[in-house]
């Protein structure tokens, strides 16, 4: 009895030895699987998506009207009413003065301005026919004394011709003779020239170009193979570069040497050296050609001199003194007067003066009571339907902005719809000297929480791309040699070189470098490239 129970309790113990030593491997084999994974870091990685991308240039200004009026007063009186002041809103139609007629000085200035066309009349009058008489005495007497003049100063330009005809034949036989040999002396240099390019210059060039070629794919060779072996990583960076700066300077020395090849010899030069010597035997008739010129100088003034004496030994009467234009200028503010008389003025002045447009009132230049003159300013009417945003952006955003752009602007709490209607063509510099651009920005839809005059801020819709490839912003990297973001290739943080195009705030449009779908590195965080990763896609 005792013997059975002893073997049921060994058969017991060896099969729970059995379950830890099983239990025992089972643990060693996940605590090794999970010291295998500690062992590489993961790193969080997103997805290039598509979608829809826009970039808005920021910009702030300050509202202004785009219709504005300036009112004048018609009468001469007295600001019997004004409904508003500066700073008031008025609705079309609605009159802002009315005035007070009974000082009307219409009359009284009509008057004056008649007997001031009376004495100029007169005084015009008196001067012209005085004027007209001495000028026709003295005129008919200097007539026959500038004819003789005249006379004279034509046979002495006939003399002089005749001197210079003569001069110029002798010299023009004697140029030819020496215009012939000239010519034949040039000839053979331009071919003694030629025979040198041809034998001699154009066969060095030719050599020296080969040898440049010969050298620039040489270095190239050289290039392509410490190209291969950087990116197999068998040399340094410096060395790769010198490479690169050795076929650089190889490539620009054949291309400065074909560029710029022996000027052959052309012949026009050598034949205008002989025309040249053409030249140089040409007389010396200066002086006979001052005399001649300081002649006919002097026979032009003399005819002008005879035809203005005998226009005026002609004429009928003088021309117009000061005095008559100036009246004639009165005379033309009179017939302005009399065609609006005194009845006109008045019904005028009854109507007063309405807002042709809803808007506000700004700049009053008058009060109730006050005495104003025809002509006078009055106030400015500004409209509160026909506004826009005087705004300023950077030098460096004009370019991204185009007329016809929308942009949305923030007027206080409001938010309003835009249209870019005009860019300014003139830099102005602000307080700190930084040149800014200004933009007009119509407002499409404005309403009564319009404020002329106050700050507003706006955000033009400039490029936009639509259906592209999309990063966040925090993905993409800029470096010296532009723009690249981090992935993980093979296991390694890699460099990737991309393009960008259209950018917002918060996405980059990627134009080259990588597809939808592509997966980067989101941050780098302290990671570094060439490290050993395992990527894990970050959740949407």
């Known amino acids: 009895m ?7 309790k060994n058969g017991i113990m060896l099969i729970t030895l059995g379950i830890v030593v099983v ?8 605590g090794g699987m999970k010291q295998g994974n500690e062992s590489i870091p993961t790193i969080e990685t997103i997805a290039v998506t598509k979608g829809n991308v826009t970039q808005e240039v920021e910009a702030s200004g300050n509202v202004e009207s785009e219709q504005k009026k300036t009112f004048y007063s018609p009468v001469n009186g007295e600001v019997q009413t004004m409904s508003a002041e500066t700073g008031d809103t008025v609705e079309a139609g609605q009159v802002i003065i009315g005035f007070n007629l009974e000082t009307l000085e219409s009359e009284n200035q009509k008057a004056e301005l008649n007997v001031r066309s009376g004495q100029l009349e007169l005084a015009d009058a008196q001067q012209q026919a005085a004027d007209a008489a001495a000028k026709q005495a003295e005129a008919q007497a200097r007539i026959p004394e500038l004819e003789a003049q005249i006379e004279e100063k034509q046979g002495q330009i006939t003399s002089l011709q005749q001197q210079i005809a003569d001069v110029q034949s002798q010299a023009a036989a004697d140029a030819q003779a020496a215009a012939q040999q000239a010519a034949a002396d040039a000839a053979q240099a331009y071919q003694n020239a030629l025979d040198i390019y041809n034998n001699t210059t154009l066969p060095i060039y030719q050599e020296e170009l080969s040898e440049a070629e010969n050298a620039m794919y040489d270095c190239q060779a050289a290039f392509n193979e410490a190209t291969q072996a950087y990116e197999k990583e068998e040399i340094t960076v410096e060395e790769y570069s010198q490479k690169e700066k050795e076929f650089q300077q190889a490539r620009q020395a054949y291309q400065d040497l ?5 000027a052959q010899p052309e012949e026009a030069e050598y034949m205008a050296s002989a025309a040249g010597a053409d030249t ?8 006979l050609q001052f005399q001649l010129e300081t002649a006919s100088s002097e026979l032009a003034q003399l005819q002008s001199e005879l035809a203005s004496q005998e226009a005026a030994a002609e004429a009928d009467g003088a021309g117009l003194s000061s005095a008559a234009q100036e009246q004639m200028q009165i005379s033309n503010n009179l ?9 006109e003025l008045i019904e005028e002045g009854r109507k007063g003066l309405q807002a042709e447009f809803k808007g506000v009132i700004s700049d009053a230049q008058v009060t109730q009571g006050a005495t104003v003159t025809q002509g006078m300013e009055l106030f400015t009417l500004q409209s509160t339907d026909q506004v826009c945003v005087e705004a300023n952006i ?18 206080g709490d409001s938010e309003y719809q835009g249209t870019v209607e005009k860019i300014s063509r003139i830099a102005i510099p602000n307080e700190q000297g930084t040149p800014l651009i200004g933009v007009t920005i119509h407002i499409d839809d404005p309403d009564d929480n319009i404020f002329i005059g106050v700050e507003a801020q706006a955000s033009i819709q400039a490029a936009q791309a639509k259906d592209v490839p999309l990063l966040p912003v925090e993905a993409v990297n800029i470096g010296k040699d532009g723009s690249f973001c981090y992935v993980v290739e093979e296991g390694i943080i890699t460099e990737k070189a991309i393009e960008t195009g259209v950018t917002s705030d918060s996405y980059v449009e990627i134009t080259k470098g990588l597809k939808a779908g592509d997966q980067v590195i989101r941050d780098i965080g302290s990671h570094e490239t060439g490290d050993r990763v395992v990527a894990v896609e970050a959740a949407e």
């Open 335 to 343: 017939a302005e007067l009399e065609a609006k008389n005194l009845q």
């Open 2 to 8: 005792k013997k059975g129970i002893w073997k049921s």
């Open 258 to 262: 074909k560029e710029h090849p022996p």
């Open 23 to 30: 239990m025992v491997i089972i643990i060693a084999v996940i």
């Open 394 to 411: 950077s030098k460096y955003d004009f370019d991204k902005v185009k007329e016809g752009q929308k942009a949305s602007v923030t007027l």
């Open 280 to 287: 140089a035997v040409a007389p010396d008739t200066s002086d």
